[in-house]
């Protein structure tokens, strides 16, 4: 059984900066993709940021150049620094892992509240 665990959300004012964590726990041999999605009331979920086993990285282009994404393979986390903040980042933000346990699974953080004040 894999279990992702989140941390680091909170309410910031405009222009502010946040790094969220998303730790994996259980048998884990191998994690692929890593992702970072969001999920604003009455919108749908959205991918933010995701970085492949290689270390490549692709972001929305709504957090280009604010966010940046980055993994430590040793603790199986990833992470997402988040700077120059803006209302409009208001939301849940769910982190995603792609573990190889007994077999290949996707499986999802807890989600972790986001709210940015202007």
């Known amino acids: 059984q894999v279990q992702l665990v989140e941390s680091g959300g909170g309410l910031v004012q405009a222009g502010g900066s946040l790094r969220l964590s998303c730790a994996a726990s259980g048998s884990i041999y191998s994690i692929g993709t890593m992702a970072w999605y969001r999920q604003a009331p009455g919108k749908q979920r959205e991918l933010v940021a995701r970085?492949?086993?290689?270390?490549?990285?692709n972001y929305a282009d709504s957090v280009k150049g604010r966010f940046t994404i980055s993994r430590d393979n040793a603790k199986n986390t990833v992470y997402l620094q988040m700077i120059s903040l803006k209302p409009e980042d208001t939301a849940v933000y769910y982190c995603?892992?792609?573990?190889?346990?007994?077999?290949?699974?996707?499986?999802w953080g807890q989600g972790t509240q986001v709210t940015v004040s202007s």
């Open positions: 995603y892992q792609y573990v190889l346990g007994a077999t290949w699974g996707s499986y």
């Open positions: 970085i492949s086993s290689a270390g490549d990285t």
